[in-house]
């Protein structure tokens, strides 16, 4: 079985109000949409299919010729943006993964798990929900008997009907992230019905969950377990808000592995730092593009390491280092080193 993901990725995201895509902007020391595009990579088996802006060319210098990419020229839904790739993918895989490119949090083996589920239960598709609150504005997942997911009812559906908050108390809520049968996707995407957004007409991949229903095959869901995974930004205040669950997400991780964070609110590592076991991190600590720490040293506090090589048994206190190497057993206190 083959498995080939498509990435959304031509919003402009006009509410950042700035100059680039939104998910150009970085969490954790990297672009957005590059954190995704490397968890699509480690487990595709074709080079990732991008739906990129006809009038963007900054996602195709950043990933290059790693992905393949389509061209969106309107911007008409969810839908419409897979319909894009579809002369691309028909034929090259057995499945077809489609999410978001402004979603940094999602693991690959969330992914893989997701994929995993579709092919097990033979699923026209599956997709990934998240348990969450009334308040929100994610789609409601209606299931049935056995299980499987009846419907996906959104927002503004659940309040034109009887009882809406019945609808709305429904916890279980859509990601929008899903994995079709490559034969389902194909024969079907292009009959998606018409829906009125507020600039015009749009399609929804949502609807593909009503054409299984109707067509008597089965639709699976995944709940996730840890809720940032499904975090976006699109907003400059959403951003803050992923780079706070991207930070949490790499400081437990580093303290699980054997490195002491002696305040971990103030203590800043992006995702392609290295730290060797029983290093101490002090606070207002920033260590960045890819520096590495060797075992049994003190780093900070107020201390910022980028693109650094450190050796073991080192002491590094109210200093600034970039692109520097640091030998064994060396202490530097107050400096700058570029």
């Known amino acids: 079985m083959t498995l080939s993901i498509l990435l959304l990725a031509a919003g402009k995201g006009t509410r950042m109000n700035s100059k680039y895509q939104k998910i150009l902007h970085e ?20 080079k990732p299919i991008l739906v990129v802006s006809h009038d963007e060319d900054g996602v195709q210098k950043l990933l ?15 839908g419409h943006a897979t319909q894009m ?11 077809v993964i489609v999410t978001y490119g402004d979603m940094p949090l999602l693991r690959s083996e969330t992914l893989a798990e997701l994929a995993q589920r579709q092919l097990e239960t033979n699923a026209a598709m599956s997709l990934l929900t998240v348990e969450g609150h009334a308040e929100s504005s994610f789609g409601r997942i209606v299931r049935g008997e056995s299980d499987e997911v009846l419907e996906i009812v959104e ?11 019945a609808w709305l108390n429904i916890r279980e809520l859509n990601v929008g992230v899903y994995c079709f049968d490559a034969d ?42 840890d809720a940032d995974e499904c975090l976006g930004a699109g907003t400059r205040l959403e951003l803050v808000a992923v ?3 991207f930070r949490s997400r790499a400081n437990r991780n580093w303290l699980s592995q054997g490195v002491t964070l002696i305040d971990p609110d103030s203590t800043f ?20 593009k890819g520096s590495t720490i060797g075992q049994d040293c003190t780093i900070g506090p107020n201390t910022t390491l980028r693109s650094t090589i450190v050796g073991d048994r080192c002491v590094i206190e109210h200093s600034l280092l970039q ?16």
């Open 27 to 46: 969490v954790g020391g990297k672009p957005m949409v590059q954190h995704i595009f490397e968890s699509a990579m480690s487990i595709s088996d074709t």
């Open 64 to 78: 290059g010729d790693q992905a393949t990419y389509v061209q969106q020229v309107e911007k008409l839904g969810t």
């Open 85 to 95: 790739a579809k002369e691309l993918l028909v034929g090259q895989s057995d499945q």
């Open 155 to 165: 927002v503004a559906e659940a309040r034109r009907r009887e009882d809406p908050d």
């Open 184 to 225: 389902f996707l194909w024969q079907n995407v292009d009959s998606l019905p018409e829906r009125q957004a507020r600039n015009g007409i749009e399609y929804y991949l949502t609807d593909m969950v009503e054409t299984a229903v109707s067509q008597n095959k089965r639709v699976e869901a995944v709940m996730i377990d």
């Open 243 to 245: 780079e706070k669950a």
């Open 269 to 288: 590592i992006d995702q392609d730092v290295s730290i060797g076991q029983d290093s101490v991190i002090w606070p207002n600590t920033f260590l960045q």
């Open 323 to 338: 692109n520097q190497t640091v030998e064994n057993q060396t202490e530097i206190y107050g400096e700058t080193r570029r």
